[in-house]
Nanobody
């Protein structure tokens, strides 16, 4: 199994930037697709972005496309989410997640989750 720990959350003004990090452990990290989800108290976890195991393909929800960038460093067992041009509606707890389907990760296949990191964007 893959264990995930997020960091990098915080409070920022609208238009600002944050970089989230996810530290992974486990013996199959390089074969897993990775993703970021976010949750607010009134919503179920929402898909934000994903990246294939080899890092060659990425996917973004329309709400963050052009503003967020997902990346990974398999040598360091790290996954990142660079968030630029942040909006108040981006406020949520952000979760790192892993899927065993490394090349074509379905949103429902992310079975391993971190505990989350809070991102707050103020006007």
């Amino acid at each position: 199994q893959v264990q995930l720990v997020e960091s990098g959350g915080g409070s920022v003004q609208a238009g600002g930037s944050l970089r989230l990090s996810c530290a992974a452990s486990g013996h199959t990290f390089s074969t897993y697709a990775m993703g970021w989800f976010r949750r607010t108290p009134e919503k179920e976890p929402q898909f934000v972005s994903s990246i294939t195991s080899d890092g060659r393909s990425t996917r973004y929800d329309d709400s963050v496309k052009g503003r967020f960038t997902i990346s990974r460093d398999n040598a360091k067992w790290m996954v990142y989410l660079q968030m630029d041009s942040l909006k108040p509606e981006d406020t949520a707890v952000y979760f790192c997640a892993a899927s065993p389907y490394g090349s074509i990760p379905d949103v429902t296949s992310f079975g391993y989750w971190g505990k989350g990191t809070q991102v707050t964007v103020s006007s």
